[in-house]
C-alpha cells in the first residue's frame, strides 16, 4: 500500500512539472513565430504570380485548405471574412488550395471570393503550393485510392501584418473579435 502511494506522489509530481515546463514552453511564442517563413509564389485566377511581397502595407490573413471541402474550409474561410469586416484597418484574405489536382487557381478565387469581396483564392503547381505550405511550416496530404479521395491539412489562420512579418497564428475557431484586434 506504500508503494502505491509513493507512486500515486510521483505521477502527480511529474503531472505538475511537465504541466508547469508545458505553461512555460507556451508563454514565449516568438521563436515559433519567429520561424515561419512567409513567403510563396503562387497563380491568381489569371495565371499571373502573386508573392507575399504585393501585400505589403496591408494585413493579410492566409489560410490553407481546399474547395471540396465541407465542413473545416468554409468554417475557416468564413472566419476570415469575419474579421475583414469587423476589421478596422486595410486588410486582404487569401485562401490557398492544397488541392493542386481539382483546384485551379480560378475555382480558388471564385470560392474565396463568396466568402468576402476583400478575399482572393491562390494556387499552383504542386511544387508551388508545397513550397508556401513548407514555408508556414504548415502540412498536408492527398490521399487518392479507388474508392476515396481524402485532403488533409493544417487548419490555422496566419496573420502577416502591413510589415511582411507574422503577428500571429490562430486555430481556425478563434473568434473573429480577437484575431481582428490583432491587426497592425
Given amino acids: 500500500m506504500q508503494a502505491m502511494s509513493k507512486f500515486r506522489i510521483t505521477i502527480v509530481g511529474t503531472m505538475l512539472t511537465v504541466g508547469l515546463c508545458a505553461v512555460t514552453i507556451a508563454a514565449d511564442t516568438t521563436p515559433v513565430l519567429d520561424a515561419v517563413n512567409v513567403s510563396f509564389e503562387l497563380l491568381n485566377r489569371d495565371g499571373e504570380v502573386v508573392r507575399e511581397a504585393d501585400f505589403q502595407g496591408q494585413n493579410l490573413l492566409l489560410a490553407f485548405g481546399f474547395t471540396h471541402c465541407l465542413h473545416i474550409c468554409p468554417l475557416i474561410a468564413a472566419n476570415m471574412a469575419n474579421v475583414l469586416k469587423?476589421?478596422?484597418?486595410?486588410?486582404?484574405?487569401?485562401?490557398?488550395?492544397?488541392?493542386?489536382?481539382?483546384?485551379?487557381?480560378?475555382?480558388?478565387?471564385?470560392?474565396?471570393?463568396?466568402?468576402?469581396?476583400?478575399?482572393?483564392?491562390?494556387?499552383?503547381?504542386?511544387?508551388?503550393?508545397?513550397?508556401?505550405?513548407?514555408?508556414?511550416?504548415?502540412?498536408?496530404?492527398?490521399?487518392?485510392?479507388?474508392?476515396?479521395?481524402?485532403?488533409?491539412?493544417?487548419?490555422?489562420?496566419?496573420?502577416?501584418g502591413p510589415d511582411g512579418k507574422l503577428i500571429d497564428v490562430f486555430a481556425m475557431n478563434t473568434t473573429s473579435k480577437i484575431i481582428a484586434d490583432a491587426m497592425k
Wanted: proline letters at 1%; charged letters at 15%.
Fill in 86 to 160: 469587423m476589421a478596422k484597418k486595410d486588410a486582404v484574405g487569401v485562401f490557398i488550395s492544397v488541392d493542386t489536382e481539382r483546384d485551379s487557381a480560378a475555382i480558388v478565387d471564385e470560392y474565396a471570393h463568396g466568402f468576402s469581396d476583400q478575399m482572393m483564392g491562390l494556387g499552383g503547381s504542386y511544387e508551388q503550393v508545397s513550397a508556401a505550405v513548407n514555408n508556414f511550416n504548415a502540412t498536408f496530404v492527398v490521399t487518392k485510392t479507388s474508392d476515396n479521395y481524402t485532403v488533409q491539412h493544417t487548419p490555422s489562420i496566419f496573420l502577416i
